[in-house]
């Protein structure tokens, strides 16, 4: 993997920056205020995908069949996790790609935890996710008290920069979508510096408002038009993961993937936590003091959540003993 610190670089002339406020291209091929015509070439290097074939949930009748990875998952705190490795991850990503249908991928962490276990409509994202990966060191802790341990981390931050690596390797075309504005276009622009030949199919970044209808149409339009195999996704959480499982179908066959914080730090308009948080799970110590009116709700939160969660692991532990009434 590259080194995730950047330094700035030219923008790329391949790389399509969209402008939500001005209307969708007058062709299927050339989204609006772009910097240069789509390279909408064939794909190439799909990895091969050995899996037996089975229709995906929701397929209707007469629809490509769709390639189903059996699926190893460990519940934590009522969220099932694959239990899969960085390594591993990147690979089922490529299987969904290569599938050329709708799907997405969730990167859970313990706020993520939190949001499932009070909204009904987290829980459904994650009951229809196609992964759920586990992006928070606790839950990896906690996992190991149950024999079926998840493998390691799967940090969103990290997983974007390997995703993209491979990208440029195999030929996907990769949307960026999020941010304030230039974040996503900066960061698309140094993920090409590092990895030359990746298809950047398009940036955009959002106004901090509600689009009108049309708006939000053209939006679809130019994600779909380009071709999307993979879309990266910073609109928060949960907002980013409801956003994808309810534009899903028409997204074209893009694989999703909300990814949080990863254009700030890769654009370097926000910095990560040193390698020593992230070991010892404190990142969000890091984070906090760092943007402490915005994260110290969030993460009390987090901690009251967790609180309650280990309790009642304690106590379902100790009636396994025969010792709670």
């Not at 997405?104 to 992964?131: G, P």
């Not at 149950?146 to 940090?155: F, M, S, T």
């Not at 941010?179 to 298809?199: I, M, N, Y």
Request: charged letters at 20%; aromatic letters at 8%.
């Amino acid at each position: 993997m590259t080194n995730s610190t950047y330094s700035s670089t030219t923008p790329a002339s391949s790389v399509v920056v969209v402008n939500p406020n001005k209307a969708a291209g007058t062709s299927a091929g050339q989204p609006a205020n772009s910097a240069g015509p789509i390279d909408s070439g064939s794909r190439v290097g799909a990895p091969p995908v050995s899996a037996t074939p089975v229709a995906y949930p929701g397929a209707s009748p007469g629809s490509p069949v769709a390639v189903q990875r059996e699926r190893d998952t460990e519940v934590v705190w009522n969220v099932p996790f694959d239990r899969l490795d960085m390594s591993q991850s990147i690979d089922a990503i490529g299987e969904l790609v290569a599938q050329d249908r709708p799907s997405y991928v969730v990167t859970a962490n313990l706020n993520y935890c939190m949001l499932h276990d009070q909204d009904e409509s987290v829980r459904e994202i994650t009951r229809d996710a196609d992964l759920v990966l586990a992006d928070g060191q606790p839950i990896v802790w906690r996992s190991q008290l149950d024999g079926n341990p998840l493998p390691e981390r799967v940090a969103g931050s990290e997983m974007i920069i390997h995703l993209c690596e491979r990208a440029a390797k195999e030929g996907w075309r990769v949307y960026f979508l999020g941010g304030a504005e230039g974040v996503a276009e900066t960061c698309a622009t140094r993920l090409q510096a590092d990895f030359p030949g990746l298809q950047v199919a398009g940036t955009e970044c959002p106004p901090f408002r509600q689009l009108t209808d049309q708006e939000h149409a053209e939006q679809l339009a130019r994600i779909r038009y380009a071709e999307t195999d993979l879309l990266f996704v910073a609109f928060g959480q949960p907002k980013g993961e409801k956003w994808i499982r309810e534009n899903l179908s028409s997204l074209g066959n893009a694989c999703c993937i909300q990814l949080g914080a990863s254009f700030d730090f890769i654009a370097g308009t926000a910095v990560r936590a040193p390698e020593a948080y992230q070991k010892f799970g404190m990142e969000w110590a890091y984070r906090m003091a760092s943007d402490p009116k915005r994260l110290v709700p969030r993460y009390a939160g987090n901690g009251w959540f967790l609180a309650k969660a280990l309790l009642r692991d304690w106590q379902r532990q100790v009636k396994s003993w025969g010792m709670w009434d």
